[in-house]
């Protein structure tokens, strides 16, 4: 336009006409730039790309801090605009390692995914509610665990031996792949985020340890910024990087992933703490295997006392069709040798380790995935379904802190139904319909918002994995498959009310099933009815709305005096005796 005019009226004026022009040249260099730095970001990291396979690259428009300094304090926080890529990295470390050795002083968390059904529609409405709010941060923190106690504590402590006694004589390969330990992190009080620094560092070989890579998924805490980085520079061979821009689990180590340089990446909570020996075990394991997704066995960190409590069961990872994960414990060995055994895991929660190749190549974390909630079971369900597999090493232990409330809040009610729907949506084909029949929430927040999985599922077709049904048939072959049958499954009611209110079903070799997954069963005990998981099933027939008690032929009955429960009693036409069974909802029909 401007070029235009100035054709148009030449003798008007030049000097003017160079000037215009030099500002437009300015305003497009100003507007080019962002892309320049953004496409020499991506050049850089696909240097340190893995050299084979394909690469997930790092969420596209983080930014990454160059240091803290000019952050303020808390809530202080803003993104510098110009950073060019090599400049990225914070802290770089140079200083000797932090080695002091020893110092003075059942399972892990995916406990918040249980959402318990809300009644019907309601929930919805619940949905708006609630975006996290900065005062409503700092009261979960408060009250995530006793960080006055944790403070106490050094940061070189020795937990307590928790290996096998079989695991101490156990000899390594010297030449094994290196790791990078990705350590996300939002808003973790110092202690526990140093502790699990140094535990790393104090017992991980460092032949075998790459780096620390810290990943600051846009902490808010002071103690977090200027004294974080001042004090990682001074520890070699760890490095932290920083997101401006929430990231969640995913994101995060997505973006940690993308900057590894070790050959395997150990995903670790920011509270955590490794006993010895526990790396080389799980490193030896995926270099036998390159598609081995390996995890130690989590022992527990009282978040009241920090009181290190070790597993002692062999354990296995499950999730159960309402997609919760579970630590299922599996029967005792005898033979000790055994009990140091690699253990099958059909799930993994969220520490393990996993060759960073193998990790890029079958499409690293989900990012449609919101913040936190699920995650592992999507990559569990990939691994097996995409050609790899899953274990639990017992002869490594990394300790994990249970904290008696999450530690941040979810921008929503619903962030880890969302989630789960990604999971069922992607991953569990005509199966989907018994997660929705157990989860109602899910359903109607699949009915209400499109989900949009098309890249996972291009994925999947791209890396031509199973299905889901294969899954089923050869990783997790013990877990219940409902038949969820039309008038016998569903709620449990009696003519007006609801006397069972979560789904359960009555399968055609007559066992009354119930629980997430199917693992309970009705069973007798006197003249009272009890959930059991006994192998020796009572059979219950469905007889004319009567549900008859096969063995003594007595009818269930919904007793609501002094002895309230399930009783059997002799059958009658009594409409406490009359049942039916009512499914909420029908995914099959939507
Ligand atoms: N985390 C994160 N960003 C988030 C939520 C969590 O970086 O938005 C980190 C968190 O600090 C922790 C890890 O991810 O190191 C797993 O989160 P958390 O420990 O709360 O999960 P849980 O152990 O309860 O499964
Ligand atoms: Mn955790």
Same mark, same amino acid.
Request: aromatic share 8%; glycine share 6%; proline share 5%.
């Given at each position: 336009?401007?070029?235009?005019?100035?054709?148009?009226?030449?003798?008007?004026?030049?000097?003017?006409?160079?000037?215009?022009?030099?500002?437009?040249?300015?305003?497009?260099?100003?507007?080019?730039?962002?892309? $320049?730095? %953004?496409?020499?970001?991506?050049?850089?990291?696909?240097?340190h790309?893995?050299?084979?396979?394909?690469?997930?690259?790092?969420?596209?428009?983080?930014?990454?801090?160059v240091?803290?300094?000019?952050?303020?304090?808390?809530?202080?926080?803003?993104?510098?605009?110009?950073?060019?890529?090599?400049?990225?990295?914070?802290?770089?470390?140079?200083?000797?390692?932090?080695?002091?050795?020893?110092?003075?002083?059942?399972?892990d968390?995916?406990?918040?995914?249980?959402?318990?059904?809300?009644?019907?529609?309601?929930?919805?409405?619940?949905k708006?509610?609630?975006? !996290?709010?900065?005062?409503?941060?700092?009261?979960a923190? @408060?009250?995530?665990?006793?960080?006055?106690?944790?403070?106490?504590?050094?940061?070189?402590r020795?937990?307590?031996?928790?290996?096998?006694?079989?695991?101490?004589?156990?000899?390594?390969?010297?030449?094994?792949p290196?790791?990078t330990v990705?350590?996300?992190?939002?808003?973790?009080?110092w202690?526990?985020?140093?502790?699990?620094?140094?535990?790393?560092?104090?017992?991980?070989? !460092?032949?075998?340890?790459?780096?620390?890579?810290?990943?600051?998924?846009?902490?808010?805490?002071?103690?977090?910024?200027?004294?974080? +980085?001042?004090?990682?520079?001074k520890?070699?061979?760890?490095?932290? &990087?920083?997101?401006?821009? @929430?990231?969640?689990?995913?994101?995060?180590?997505?973006?940690? !992933?993308?900057?590894? /340089?070790?050959?395997?990446?150990? =995903?670790?909570?920011?509270?955590?703490?490794?006993?010895?020996?526990?790396? *080389?075990?799980?490193?030896?394991?995926?270099?036998?295997?390159?598609? @081995?997704?390996?995890?130690?066995?989590?022992?527990?960190?009282?978040?009241?006392?920090?009181?290190?409590?070790? #597993?002692?069961?062999? &354990?296995?990872?499950?999730? %159960?069709?309402?997609?919760?994960?579970?630590?299922?414990?599996?029967?005792?060995?005898?033979?000790?040798?055994?009990?140091?055994?690699?253990?099958?895991?059909?799930?993994?929660?969220?520490v393990?380790?996993i060759?960073?190749?193998? $990790?890029?190549?079958?499409?690293?974390?989900?990012?449609?995935?919101? /913040?936190?909630?699920?995650?592992?079971i999507? /990559?569990? &369900?990939?691994?097996?379904?995409?050609?790899?597999?899953?274990?639990?090493?017992?002869c +490594?232990?990394?300790?994990?802190?249970?904290?008696?409330?999450?530690?941040?809040?979810?921008p929503?009610?619903?962030?880890?139904?969302?989630?789960k729907?990604?999971?069922?949506?992607?991953?569990l084909?005509?199966?989907?319909?018994?997660?929705?029949?157990?989860?109602?929430?899910?359903?109607?927040?699949?009915?209400?918002?499109s989900?949009?999985? #098309?890249?996972?599922?291009?994925?999947q077709k791209?890396?031509?994995?199973?299905? =889901?049904?294969?899954?089923?048939?050869?990783?997790?072959?013990?877990?219940? &498959?409902?038949q969820?049958?039309?008038?016998?499954?569903?709620?449990?009611?009696?003519?007006?009310?609801?006397?069972?209110?979560?789904?359960?079903?009555?399968? +055609? /070799?007559?066992?009354?099933?119930?629980?997430?997954?199917?693992?309970?069963?009705?069973?007798?005990?006197g003249d009272?009815?009890?959930?059991?998981? +006994?192998?020796?099933?009572?059979?219950?027939?469905?007889?004319?709305?009567?549900?008859?008690?096969?063995?003594?032929?007595?009818?269930? *009955?919904?007793?609501?005096?002094e002895?309230?429960?399930l009783?059997?009693?002799?059958?009658?036409? %009594?409409?406490?005796?009359?049942?039916?069974?009512?499914?909420?909802?029908?995914?099959?029909?939507?």
């Amino acid at each position: 336009m401007m070029t235009l005019r100035c054709r148009h009226r030449p003798h008007r004026s030049p000097l003017l006409c160079f000037w215009l022009v030099l500002l437009l040249v300015v305003i497009a260099v100003l507007f080019m730039d962002p892309l $320049f730095r %953004d496409a020499s970001r991506h050049a850089a990291i696909a240097r340190h790309a893995p050299t084979a396979g394909h690469r997930w690259p790092a969420p596209a428009d983080l930014e990454l801090l160059v240091d803290s300094r000019d952050q303020g304090g808390e809530g202080g926080f803003r993104a510098p605009a110009f950073l060019r890529d090599d400049q990225l990295l914070v802290a770089p470390s140079s200083a000797p390692a932090e080695r002091r050795g020893s110092g003075v002083a059942a399972r892990d968390g995916r406990r918040r995914g249980e959402v318990e059904p809300r009644a019907g529609l309601s929930s919805l409405a619940g949905k708006a509610a609630g975006r !996290a709010t900065t005062s409503g941060e700092a009261a979960a923190r @408060r009250r995530a665990f006793d960080e006055a106690i944790s403070e106490g504590i050094s940061f070189h402590r020795r937990p307590p031996e928790s290996r096998p006694a079989a695991c101490l004589s156990q000899q390594y390969n010297t030449s094994l792949p290196t790791a990078t330990v990705v350590v996300c992190f939002h808003d973790e009080a110092w202690s526990t985020l140093l502790r699990t620094i140094h535990s790393v560092l104090d017992t991980a070989p !460092a032949r075998h340890l790459r780096e620390v890579l810290l990943v600051d998924d846009c902490s808010e805490r002071g103690h977090l910024k200027t004294p974080l +980085s001042k004090y990682v520079s001074k520890l070699k061979g760890v490095r932290l &990087i920083r997101s401006a821009r @929430r990231l969640g689990v995913v994101g995060c180590r997505v973006l940690g !992933a993308a900057r590894a /340089l070790g050959d395997v990446l150990v =995903f670790l909570d920011s509270h955590c703490e490794c006993q010895q020996g526990w790396l *080389e075990p799980l490193l030896e394991r995926i270099a036998g295997d390159r598609s @081995r997704v390996v995890s130690p066995v989590m022992d527990v960190i009282d978040g009241r006392t920090f009181r290190y409590n070790a #597993t002692r069961d062999l &354990i296995r990872g499950v999730f %159960d069709w309402k997609l919760d994960f579970h630590w299922e414990v599996l029967p005792k060995q005898k033979d000790p040798l055994k009990t140091v055994e690699p253990i099958r895991s059909p799930a993994l929660a969220g520490v393990l380790a996993i060759d960073r190749q193998f $990790f890029q190549k079958i499409g690293a974390y989900d990012p449609g995935m919101v /913040l936190w909630g699920v995650e592992n079971i999507e /990559l569990s &369900i990939r691994v097996w379904l995409c050609g790899g597999s899953m274990e639990v090493i017992p002869c +490594s232990r990394v300790g994990h802190l249970e904290q008696f409330h999450p530690s941040f809040t979810l921008p929503d009610d619903d962030t880890v139904e969302k989630n789960k729907i990604r999971v069922a949506e992607t991953w569990l084909d005509a199966y989907k319909n018994i997660f929705y029949k157990r989860n109602t929430v899910a359903f109607f927040i699949w009915q209400s918002e499109s989900s949009n999985c #098309t890249e996972r599922v291009k994925l999947q077709k791209m890396l031509g994995c199973k299905n =889901f049904q294969w899954y089923l048939s050869n990783v997790h072959q013990d877990l219940y &498959i409902p038949q969820d049958r039309q008038g016998f499954s569903g709620e449990a009611r009696l003519t007006f009310y609801s006397v069972l209110s979560r789904h359960c079903e009555m399968n +055609s /070799l007559k066992e009354v099933r119930w629980g997430p997954m199917g693992q309970l069963c009705f069973d007798a005990k006197g003249d009272r009815v009890v959930l059991s998981q +006994s192998d020796l099933l009572s059979l219950f027939p469905h007889q004319n709305g009567q549900i008859v008690h096969l063995l003594t032929e007595k009818c269930i *009955e919904a007793v609501k005096t002094e002895r309230k429960g399930l009783f059997l009693r002799p059958c009658s036409s %009594d409409p406490r005796q009359q049942w039916h069974f009512e499914q909420l909802v029908d995914p099959r029909r939507s």
